[in-house]
């Protein structure tokens, strides 16, 4: 079932009479339990897009449907029901606690007076269960890291209890273990039958979480389809202005200037990635055919260096680029 579209959508920015567009002609189908990761260099639109599917800007021409219902006939108090936003923007007051700023996702369902039944308690519970945030429930804003206080925007937007989520940089001041623990939540609620739109610039988070990827570029059309078949067919590359840099889209690493010794690796697959990442930083030319040195990688501590007939061991990867650098 489709949650969200929008049709010939453009975005961008009015200033009296004239228009500053951003992108144009945007028709994007948003259907219950997918993951949509929207990306695209700085200055692209990614922010303003999301801005405009949730009402806080006008659209320059097209329109936003939610079901079947457009934007412009939906109350504010609906939209609250339908989605909820997480933008990179800070609370408006720091002084009050997770608990208090969570609740407030549960006002379009409390009373007139605003009183939290023990459904919405419930609610609120399990939202600060499910990110792990229990442990600094009473504390202040203010005495969060940046990446607590993320972590405390997604819980308030899943106690809202709305079938569409839309969050922007959702894991920009995250470290790597609570990134993959709310990415890892994400897919968990969208198997539920939600439907959860990313603006993101985390490449390898974005190919391995979404179901579809939405990509922006300036001065033309966004393009739309699963990860692998834009990266095959080179969109990724194009619209993200990797492939100046040489970018391998298979490891995720940039391809640094080499320009010294030539080594070829074999064996073991774990320890011949890291020792071929190692040599590359360093600059030595990787060869699959006959090298000046080679490398054999029996194990992660049984590590030989082979030149002209002589052997020589090492027993770690800071061991072995030493004995390189002296050949």
């Known amino acids: 079932m489709s949650l969200l579209n929008t049709k010939s959508l453009s975005i961008g920015y009015r200033k009296g009479s004239e228009s500053r567009i951003l992108q144009k002609d945007i028709n994007l189908l948003l259907n219950e339990g997918e993951i949509v990761s929207l990306m ?16 806080l800007l006008e659209p320059i021409n097209g329109s936003v449907h939610y079901g079947d219902k457009d934007l412009k006939e939906i109350t504010p108090s609906e939209l609250a029901r339908k989605m909820s936003l997480v933008l990179t923007e800070k609370p ?32 609120i519970e399990w939202a600060l269960e499910e990110t792990h945030l229990n442990y600094i429930a009473n504390r202040k804003l203010y005495e969060l890291s940046d990446g607590q206080l993320q ?4 819980a308030r937007a899943l106690a809202q209890e709305t079938d569409l989520i839309i969050l922007d940089e959702p894991a920009a001041h995250l470290d790597l ?59 990724i590359q194009k ?16 391809n640094i200037d080499q320009s010294g010794k030539t080594v070829k690796i074999s064996g073991t697959s774990e320890v011949k990635f890291w020792v071929t990442m190692a040599l590359k930083r360093k600059g030595f030319v990787i060869s699959e055919k006959k090298a000046l040195l080679e490398v054999i990688c ?16 090492a027993e770690s990867i800071a061991e072995l680029l030493f004995k390189l650098n002296t050949h």
């Not at 260099?41 to 999301?50: L, P, R, S, W």
């Not at 603006?199 to 990827?213: E, G, I, P, Y």
């Not at 993200?240 to 940039?254: H, N, V």
């Open 92 to 123: 408006f007051n720091f002084n009050i606690t997770p608990i208090e700023l969570i609740s407030i996702s549960r006002h379009p369902y409390s009373n007139w007076i605003g009183v939290l039944s023990q459904q919405d308690k419930r609610i």
């Open 40 to 55: 695209g260099q700085n200055g692209v639109g990614k922010t303003t897009f999301i801005k405009t599917l949730a009402g």
């Open 239 to 254: 619209s993200l202005y990797l492939d100046q840099y040489g970018y391998d889209m298979i490891s995720g690493t940039i």
């Open 177 to 235: 273990n609570n990134k993959i623990e709310v990415m890892l939540l994400l897919k968990k609620i969208a198997r539920q039958g939600k439907s959860i739109l990313i603006s993101t610039h985390d490449l390898q988070v974005s190919t391995q979480l979404s179901d579809r990827l939405l990509l922006f570029n300036f001065n033309e059309e966004a393009k739309e389809g699963v990860p692998e078949d834009l990266i095959l067919n080179g969109t």
């Open 151 to 154: 972590k405390v925007m997604i």
């Open 298 to 313: 029996k194990g992660m501590n049984d590590l030989e260096v082979v030149e002209g007939g002589e052997k020589n061991t």
